[in-house]
């Protein structure tokens, strides 16, 4: 990826990052609250209508869509320091402050609909207990890679994962089983693969790949397979979605390019600007829509206000918390960069 052409030493933006995030948050809600009724009041008696509706059971895998999260956030968080080494406290109060604020405010709105803390630690804050784990690591993690590289870093997190998952639980089925303490090993090895995505698109051209639907189709099956075998096997998410994220920093590896040489919409890029807050009020919306929407308007009607319900609260959420906490984080940030030293006057 070539950097920005306006002359400053900051990192280009990444065309379609906020577009694959929409998706990914898309993708989570639709694992909680349901797909699209498509196959509702199917009978399932017949061979071909099981298939169908057993497909598209499976097509709807909210923890592999963290996956590609944790993959999504390890790239941005190294791709400025590919132009810029971060000065520490800057970097602490913008992280902390960006995710802290409507953290704090999702618990609180989710509290007062009804959603206790455990529940919600469960379903979604367990990924941001990690993230945060992963944005307080990274300066070591940095260090780490300068003397080592991230390719033995990566390996060795791979295996510090497996060790864990084989002593604490090896037969754990859903990838959050292992508790605030030992979770964020468990998915270290995903978050170190989007830092060395960011490190192998940095130079990469962009252009458009006759394979991409080969790479998206792909992803979606082994989710759809890692789903399956969560259900109807003994083999669980910590097993298959560690495994899922390398098909996924293989698919970013090429999907990226693709996208910067392509026109993706600004709808979706739009979107993608309050996917966060999609991903943390989705469900506070949906317990809303349960205690105060009682028509029955059809399975596909009523699915459809459920969305409309999610995606307007979320924007909302954006508009009140999400982008004045960012807002606040760059100012509180920039406030603590460095000031450039004045040149030494000549004789």
């Known amino acids: 990826m070539s950097r920005d052409e306006r002359g400053t030493n900051e990192p280009a933006r990444i065309a379609g990052l906020d577009t694959l995030r929409f998706l990914a948050a898309a993708m989570v809600v639709l694992s909680h609250l349901g797909p699209p009724p ?42 400025p320091t590919l132009t810029r080494r971060p000065h520490w406290p800057e970097y602490f109060v913008r992280r902390y402050i960006r995710i802290g604020i409507p953290l704090l405010a999702s618990i609180v709105l989710s509290s007062a609909v009804g959603i206790p803390y455990v529940g919600l630690s469960a379903s979604i804050l367990w990924s941001l207990q990690c993230e945060l784990v992963y944005y307080t690591l990274y300066p070591l993690l940095l260090a780490l890679r300068d003397r080592f590289g991230w390719r033995p ?82 083999i669980g998410y910590p097993w298959t979605l560690n495994a899922f994220s390398l098909l996924v920093y293989a698919w970013l590896l090429v999907e990226i390019p693709h996208l910067a040489a392509s026109r993706v919409p ?82």
């Not at 061979?47 to 499976?58: H, K, P, Q, T």
């Not at 962009?206 to 397979?225: E, G, H, M, Q």
């Open 266 to 347: 600004v709808f979706s890029e739009r979107l993608g600007l309050f996917s966060y807050s999609l991903y943390l009020v989705h469900l506070a919306a949906w317990e809303v829509f349960k205690k105060y929407y009682h028509l029955q308007l059809g399975y596909l009607v009523d699915w459809a206000l459920l969305m409309a319900l999610v995606l307007g609260v979320s924007y909302v959420f954006f508009l009140v918390c999400e982008d004045p906490s960012q807002k606040l984080a760059r100012r509180l940030a920039k406030s603590l960069r460095p000031k450039p030293t004045a040149p030494l006057p000549t004789a």
């Open 153 to 234: 870093l990566i390996a060795g997190s791979f295996a510090l994962a497996t060790a864990v998952i084989v002593l604490v639980d090896p037969r754990a089925l859903p990838y959050p089983a292992y508790g605030w303490a030992l979770q964020w090993v468990i998915g270290l090895p995903c978050w170190l693969l989007g830092c060395l995505l960011a490190e192998r698109i940095q130079e990469r051209p962009a252009r458009t790949n006759p394979r991409i639907w080969a790479f998206r189709l792909a992803v979606w099956l082994a989710s759809a397979a890692a789903l399956a075998l969560r259900f109807h096997s003994p």
């Open 38 to 79: 498509l196959l509702a009041g199917l009978e399932r008696t017949h061979r071909v209508a099981w298939f169908l509706s057993a497909s598209y059971g499976v097509a709807w895998n909210g923890p592999a869509a963290v996956i590609v999260f944790f993959v999504i956030s390890g790239l941005c968080i190294h791709w």
